[in-house]
């Protein structure tokens, strides 16, 4: 997973960016997010994962709650993030979480790649 989340958010963004352990150390899930430097009241979802023996077991939602917090504790009122638009999994996942699709843009990050913004509003 290197190649599309370097260590950097990891390093930069710290205290909003969380992962969970077994109790032997092993990763089960990661949230990297950050405060938005553009929107004083906006976080940002950049990536998440959670192993695939582990999913559906309420860790995701752990995650992203931790980070929720984290960002309610700074301020921010809104969290962002995107996905691709069909991906059904990551859809049905976040709308569980309380986001909605603010639109679909076409080549958002690059000719055919089209992303779904999605938008959560704390309360």
């Not at 150390?25 to 023996?53: K, N, R």
């Not at 638009?85 to 843009?105: D, K, Q, T, Y």
């Amino acid at each position: 997973m290197a190649p599309i989340l370097p260590k950097l958010f990891f390093i930069h963004f710290e205290g909003t960016s969380f992962v969970a352990e077994d109790p032997e150390g092993d990763l089960l899930g990661f949230v990297c997010g950050f405060l938005s430097q553009t929107s004083a009241d906006e976080a940002y979802i950049h990536f998440v994962g959670v192993t695939p023996e582990d999913r559906g077991d309420g860790l995701g939602r752990a995650l992203y709650e931790r980070f929720f917090e984290e960002a309610r504790t700074n301020g921010r009122t809104v969290v962002r993030c995107v996905t691709s638009p069909v991906n059904e999994g990551s859809l049905a996942f976040h709308e569980a979480m309380g986001f909605e699709v603010e639109r679909v843009v076409e080549d958002y990050d690059g000719p055919g790649e089209d992303r779904a913004l999605l938008v959560k509003q704390l309360t």
